[in-house]
Nanobody
Framework: QVQLVESGGGSVQAGGSLTLSCTAS????????MGWFRQAPVKEREGVAA????????YYADSVKGRFTISQDNAKNTVYLRMNSLQAEDSAMYYC??????????????????WGQGTQVTVSS
């Protein structure tokens, strides 16, 4: 059973930065498709960024391109989301997701079967 544990959330002022981490365990695949999603109150969960750990291909939502960077450390089974120039609208619960392949488009929740518990990001303006 794949387990994902997120960390790194917190409170920051607008214009600040945070780095989220997602550490995976319990999987048997040499590579994984991993994504970061976020969900603000009364809004749907939306895909933010994704990475294929086997080749390093990355994908971003238009709203975060140029500000967020997804990266990996295979030795630590960890994927990171570096978030710069944070804005109030980036405030949300951030979730890590993973699977052996994408079952839908990378930014759709149906693409993943494994999810972490989430880490809260709050940006004050």
């Amino acid at each position: 059973q794949v387990q994902l544990v997120e960390s790194g959330g917190g409170s920051v002022q607008a214009g600040g930065s945070l780095t989220l981490s997602c550490t995976a365990s319990g999987y048997r695949y040499s590579s994984m498709y991993m994504g970061w999603f976020r969900q603000a109150p009364v809004k749907e969960r939306e895909g933010v960024a994704a990475i294929y750990t086997g080749g390093g291909s990355t994908y971003y939502a238009d709203s975060v391109k140029g500000r967020f960077t997804i990266s990996q450390d295979n030795a630590k089974n960890t994927v990171y989301l570096r978030m710069n120039s944070l804005q109030a609208e980036d405030s949300a619960m951030y979730y890590c997701a993973a699977d052996k392949k994408w079952f839908a488009a990378w930014d759709q929740t149906d693409a993943y079967n494994y999810w972490g518990q989430g880490t809260q990001v709050t940006v004050s303006s």
